[in-house]
C-alpha cells in the first residue's frame, strides 16, 4: 500500500468535511480543493483527478447507502473500484484512491500507514482560501462561497455565500454563476430576483452548461419576480441551445403553482429536485423549495426539510434545527415527524437524551397505525426502554408492524414466535415471517434462516439451503455467517457433501482461520 496513503485519505476527508461528501463526483471541484488544502499533495491529486474522471465518485455515492446499511462490504467495492482505475493508474495509486475516497465519505476502511504531518495542517485551510481568492483565484472563492453556504469550516451564511459566488461568477466562473443564479432566483442570501437570475444563467448558459440553459429557457417561460414571462424570448434561447419547446412541463406547471405560493407545489417541487425527477437532481434546490413550503407549516415539507437538517444533505447539518422542525412538523399530525422526534431523544440529537419521552412519542406513532412506529414502540417494551418491561406487549406490536410489511419488525416477530417470546411458540410462522424479512434484505432474518435450515426447525433440516442463506448473510459483510458458511462445507450434512477446497476457499475469502471453524 502507499506509504502516503494515510496523507492523502486524510486530506480527502477534509474536503468532504467542507464540501460534502457529493463533492466527490465533482473532480475539478474535489481536486482544487484538495490542492487548496494540501499542496503538497500534487502527485496524489494527479491520481484522484484520473480516478474521479472514470466516474469513482459517482460509484462510491451509489454504493453509500449499501455499504452504510450492511448490505455490501467498503473492502467489496474498493476492490471493484481498483479494479476498474486499474488501466489508468498503478496498483499502490489505484489502492490509495480508492481507500481515501472509501475514508473520506466515512466507511470504515483501515489508513494506518503512513505520514500525516501534511493532512494535520488543517488549521490555515480557511485562511489559504481567503489568502487565494484575494488574489484572484476563481475556484477559492467559488469553494469559499462554499464554505459559507454550507457552514463548513466557518458559520453559516448565506449572504457572505452570495458575495464570494459573485466574485468568481463576475470574472467568468461558470459553476459560480450557476450557483449564483440559483440563489437569485430561490432568494437564498439576497432578495429573491429573476431577472438577476436569469441574467447569471445566461452567462452559466453560455459557456454550454446544459442546466443553466434549461433554467434560463423556464424563466422566461414561467416568469416570476421581477421577470414577466415572454415565451418569444423562451423560444429563442430554446432554439439557441436546442431545448424543446413543446407544451409546458409537469416541471413547469409546479414552479409557476409554487411561484405563486402553493404549499403543495413547493413541496412537490423540492420532491422533485430531491428525487431528480423530471430534471437534474439538485439536493440545494430541494431544500430552497422545502424552506417556502415549511414556511407556512406544511407538515410533509417541514418533516423533509428536517431530514435535511439531519443529515446535511443539501444543507449543513444542524441537529437542533432538524428536531425544532420535527416538533413543527409533528404538531401539525406528520406521523413520520413523530417518529423521528422521538429518535432524537432516544438518542439525544438536537435534544436532551429522554428516553421516557421518546417511548411515549413512539406510542402515539404506533397508536396511529405508523408502522415503524410500532415496531420502535415494540423494541421499548420488549427492552425496556423508558417504559416496563412486557414481552406479550411487544409481540403484540411486532405483529402490527409486520403485518404493513416492516422487515424489522417481521425478524422480530419471527424471533417471538420462533422463541415462544410473548406469544406462542410457532416456528412455521417464524420461518415465514423470516422470508419475508429476508427478502427485503434483512440480513438478521436471512442468517437466521441458515439457522432453521442448519437445524430443522420449522422445517425439514437441509445443510446445503443453510448454506445458501449463510453465503448471502455472509455477503452482506456478516462473520459468524461466514464462520458457519466455513462449518457447513466443512463438515458438510443433509443435502451438503463435505468439502475441504470449498470450505478453504470461503474462509480465504472472508478472513476466517480454517482450522478454528
Not at 441537529?319 to 423521528?340: F, H, I, M, S, T
Request: aromatic share 10%; glycine share 8%; with cysteine.
Amino acid at each position: 500500500m502507499d506509504q502516503n496513503i494515510k496523507t492523502a485519505a486524510e486530506a480527502a476527508k477534509q474536503v468532504t468535511d467542507m464540501f460534502g461528501k457529493e463533492v466527490i463526483a465533482d473532480r475539478r471541484r474535489f481536486c482544487a480543493a484538495l490542492s487548496d488544502l494540501s499542496p503538497k499533495l500534487s502527485k496524489e491529486n494527479k491520481a484522484f483527478y484520473v480516478a474521479l474522471s472514470e466516474d469513482i465518485g459517482k460509484v462510491y455515492l451509489r454504493e453509500d447507502a449499501a455499504v452504510s446499511s450492511g448490505r455490501k462490504t467498503a473492502d467489496e467495492v474498493i476492490k471493484s473500484a481498483v479494479r476498474s482505475i486499474g488501466e489508468y493508474l498503478n496498483r499502490e495509486k489505484a489502492e490509495m484512491v480508492a481507500v481515501s475516497l472509501a475514508y473520506a465519505i466515512g466507511w470504515q476502511v483501515d489508513i494506518s500507514s503512513g505520514d500525516t504531518a501534511e493532512a494535520s495542517s488543517s488549521g490555515s485551510v480557511i485562511e489559504n482560501l481567503f489568502r487565494k481568492a484575494e488574489n484572484g483565484d476563481n475556484d477559492a472563492c467559488f469553494n469559499l462561497g462554499e464554505c459559507f453556504y454550507y457552514g463548513r469550516g466557518v458559520k453559516q451564511d448565506y449572504k457572505r455565500a452570495v458575495e464570494w459566488y459573485t466574485r468568481s461568477a463576475e470574472r467568468g466562473d461558470c459553476s459560480s454563476q450557476k450557483k449564483l443564479a440559483a440563489c437569485w432566483h430561490s432568494g437564498i442570501g439576497t432578495q429573491a430576483d429573476l431577472s438577476k437570475a436569469a441574467r447569471w444563467y445566461k452567462e452559466a448558459a453560455e459557456q454550454g452548461d446544459f442546466e443553466s440553459q434549461k433554467a434560463l429557457v423556464m424563466c422566461f417561460r414561467v416568469g416570476g419576480k421581477n421577470l414577466p414571462a415572454d415565451h418569444e424570448r423562451a423560444e429563442k434561447y430554446a432554439a439557441r441551445y436546442g431545448i424543446s419547446m413543446e407544451e409546458e412541463s409537469v416541471l413547469e406547471k409546479l414552479l409557476r403553482e409554487a411561484e405563486n405560493g402553493s404549499a403543495g407545489a413547493q413541496f412537490a417541487l423540492g420532491n422533485a429536485y430531491y428525487n431528480g425527477t423530471g430534471t437534474a437532481s439538485d439536493r440545494e434546490r430541494a431544500v430552497m423549495w422545502y424552506k417556502r413550503a415549511a414556511d407556512q407549516n406544511y407538515a410533509p415539507a417541514l418533516f423533509n426539510l428536517a431530514c435535511c437538517c439531519a443529515n446535511g444533505t443539501g444543507i449543513a447539518a444542524d441537529p437542533e434545527r432538524a428536531a425544532e422542525l420535527y416538533k413543527k412538523a409533528a404538531n401539525a399530525g406528520d406521523l413520520d415527524a413523530v417518529n423521528n422526534l422521538a429518535l432524537c431523544y432516544f438518542r439525544g440529537t438536537g435534544v436532551p437524551e429522554n428516553r421516557r419521552h421518546a417511548a411515549e412519542l413512539w406510542k402515539k406513532a404506533a397508536a396511529g397505525g405508523l408502522p415503524r412506529g410500532q415496531y420502535n414502540y415494540a423494541e421499548c417494551k420488549f427492552n425496556g426502554w423508558g417504559v416496563e418491561r412486557n414481552f406479550t406487549e411487544a409481540a403484540m406490536w411486532y405483529r402490527k408492524s409486520a403485518a404493513q410489511a416492516d422487515p424489522d419488525a417481521q425478524y422480530s416477530l419471527g424471533w417471538c414466535c420462533e422463541h415462544g417470546q410473548g406469544t406462542t411458540k410457532d416456528c412455521a410462522l417464524a420461518k415465514r415471517m423470516y422470508e419475508l424479512s429476508a427478502q427485503q434484505g434483512n440480513f438478521q432474518a436471512i442468517k437466521a434462516l441458515g439457522y432453521m435450515y442448519m437445524n430443522g426447525s420449522g422445517t425439514e433440516k437441509n445443510h446445503s439451503k443453510a448454506a445458501e442463506w449463510f453465503a448471502k448473510a455472509a455477503a452482506r459483510g456478516d462473520r459468524e455467517a461466514a464462520m458457519l458458511l466455513v462449518k457447513c462445507h466443512k463438515y458438510g450434512g443433509q443435502y451438503l457433501i463435505p468439502s475441504e477446497p470449498i470450505a478453504r476457499g470461503v474462509a480465504e475469502k472472508y478472513g476466517i482461520d480454517y482450522d478454528s471453524a
